[in-house]
């Protein structure tokens, strides 16, 4: 297993726009899904969005889509979340983990590596 390192979280607006990104030491994301996942304060960690290394097929919980893009830079190892229209409501630490295949209804249980330390989102009102 390597290690997951999640950064690009901060303080934004809402409807404004952050870009979390990804990256592992020790492995590469290849033949692997990479999924997002976020936990706002007093909830349970939950599913944001999705995607397959190989064929980039992507899947996003339905809070999110239209809004969020998940993306993948092969060079860098390195998988993106650009969030545009945030909302309060996006609120969460993000986490991302490594999945056997982007698929509906992921969850945390579905992770495959030790948890990372996850980056900071918060969206003021």
């Known amino acids: 297993q390597g290690q997951l390192v999640e950064s690009g979280g901060g303080l934004v607006q809402a409807g404004g726009s952050l870009r979390l990104s990804c990256t592992a030491s020790?492995?590469?994301?290849?033949?692997?899904?990479i999924a997002w996942f976020r936990q706002a304060p007093g909830k349970e960690r939950e599913f944001v969005a999705a995607?397959?290394?190989?064929?980039?097929?992507?899947y996003y919980t339905d809070s999110v889509k239209g809004r969020f893009t998940i993306s993948r830079d092969i060079a860098k190892n390195t998988v993106y979340l650009q969030m545009n229209s945030l909302k309060p409501e996006d609120t969460a630490v993000y986490y991302c983990?490594?999945?056997?295949?982007?698929?509906?209804?992921?969850?945390?249980?579905?992770?495959?590596?030790?948890w990372g330390q996850g980056t900071l989102v918060t969206v003021s009102s």
């Open positions: 983990n490594t999945v056997r295949r982007a698929r509906y209804g992921l969850g945390p249980q579905d992770a495959l590596d030790k």
């Open positions: 020790g492995r590469t994301f290849s033949n692997y899904g």
């Open positions: 995607i397959n290394w190989w064929d980039l097929v992507t």
